[in-house]
């Protein structure tokens, strides 16, 4: 068999079983969601986190720690990215929610409940997840050194509103071009999750600036 050809079927293999683990994955996505909507508590835990990630849409679909994320990760509320939190934050997470997979804890009876064919991970299972998560993380960014710390008001809305969810990211992770699209899909986040976006009520609390932020992450983007 001559050398392109050879390469040419090696890819193609090579997205044939990529496509079907991520359509796979998808179904679990979708199973999950089903489940939710026949259960009292299925609202409450749709809004845990908003539906923007799919299987295919995270880094390295096709490793052994994206499957395992989607197999445990969907089974009580829509996907997290790893970019969602940065590398420190996630095996407390992971430990948070392997009980509650068990059954016990905050919301333990919920969850049993809701999910009588519940998959729990095995140590291993638990430490490629976090391994995976880590891996492909938000990276932290310590606030007081950005610049404009404490001296614009931009840098405030920026720092007060992008830190409600998770660390407040790195200007220097997107483009000028990408940064309002990051902002906007934020904006559908915080109202999926139900955050506060601002109060008109209340003139003393702080505003959302979401014009403010923008600009201010795009003065200091990837270039
Ligand atoms: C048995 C149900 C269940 C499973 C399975 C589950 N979670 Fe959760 N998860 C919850 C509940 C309930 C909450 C809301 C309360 C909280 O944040 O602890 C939550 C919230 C979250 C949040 C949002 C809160 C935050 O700290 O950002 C993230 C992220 C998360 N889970 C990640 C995961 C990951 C990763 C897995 C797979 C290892 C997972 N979950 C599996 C029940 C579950
Ligand atoms: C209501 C909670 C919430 C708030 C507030 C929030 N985020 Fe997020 N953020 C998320 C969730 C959920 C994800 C993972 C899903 C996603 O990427 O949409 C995420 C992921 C991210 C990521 C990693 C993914 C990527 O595209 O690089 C960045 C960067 C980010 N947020 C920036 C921001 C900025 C900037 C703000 C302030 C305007 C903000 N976030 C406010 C919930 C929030």
Same mark, same amino acid.
């Given at each position: 068999m001559n050398q392109a050809v050879l390469v040419g079927l090696l890819l193609w293999a090579g997205t044939g079983s990529t496509l079907a683990q991520a359509i796979d994955g998808d179904d679990r996505i979708k199973a999950a969601r089903a489940r939710w909507e026949y259960n009292t508590h299925g609202q409450m835990l749709r809004r845990i $986190?908003?539906?923007?990630? %799919?299987?295919?849409? $995270?880094?390295?679909?096709?490793s052994r720690g994206a499957q395992l994320t989607v197999q445990y990760c969907v089974q009580c509320h829509n996907l997290a990215p790893?970019?969602? /939190? /940065?590398a420190a934050k996630w095996p407390a997470i992971v430990n948070r929610m392997v009980p509650r997979m068990h059954g016990?804890?905050?919301m333990g009876a919920i969850m049993k409940d809701l999910m009588m064919d519940v998959e729990t991970p095995g140590p291993a299972e638990i430490a490629a997840i976090t391994a995976y998560l880590q891996k492909h993380a938000q990276r932290r960014v310590n606030t007081a050194t950005l610049p404009e710390a404490n001296k614009s008001r931009a840098w405030v809305s920026f720092v007060q509103a992008c830190s409600?969810? /998770?660390?407040?990211? %790195?200007?220097?992770? /997107?483009s000028r071009d990408e940064w309002p699209q990051v902002v906007a899909r934020m904006e559908r986040n915080m109202e999926w999750m139900n955050r506060?976006?601002?109060?008109?009520? %209340?003139?003393r609390e702080p505003q959302y600036r979401s014009d403010e932020i923008v600009a201010y992450l795009q003065r200091y983007a990837k270039r």
């Open positions: $986190l908003p539906p923007t990630t %799919d299987a295919a849409q $995270l880094p390295e679909p096709a790893p970019a969602m /939190h /940065h016990k804890g905050n409600q969810c /998770h660390v407040a990211p %790195d200007p220097q992770r /997107h506060v976006v601002g109060s008109k009520t %209340d003139p």
